[in-house]
């Protein structure tokens, strides 16, 4: 039985959040950033392993299409 949940496979799903943040704006190129916090959880080898939450932290750019 031991072995049976390394053998037996499933495809867990799992729920994160994220957090995004614009500290910035340039009007005049339309650029923005900002930064960004997710909490997501981490790979449980198909069912094999639990999962922990994982936290990623970073930050963001972009510009106004």
């Not at 799903?13 to 614009?22: C, F, H, K, N, W």
């Not at 005049?28 to 916090?37: H, L, M, P, Q, R």
């Amino acid at each position: 039985e031991e072995l049976a949940k390394e053998n037996i496979k499933r495809d867990l799903d799992g729920q994160g959040v994220i957090t995004l943040a614009i500290e910035n704006v340039d009007s005049d190129t339309a650029e923005f950033t900002g930064s960004f916090v997710a909490i997501q959880p981490s790979d449980n080898d198909l069912g094999s392993k639990e999962p922990v939450d994982v936290k990623i932290i970073g930050d963001l750019y972009g510009r106004k299409a």
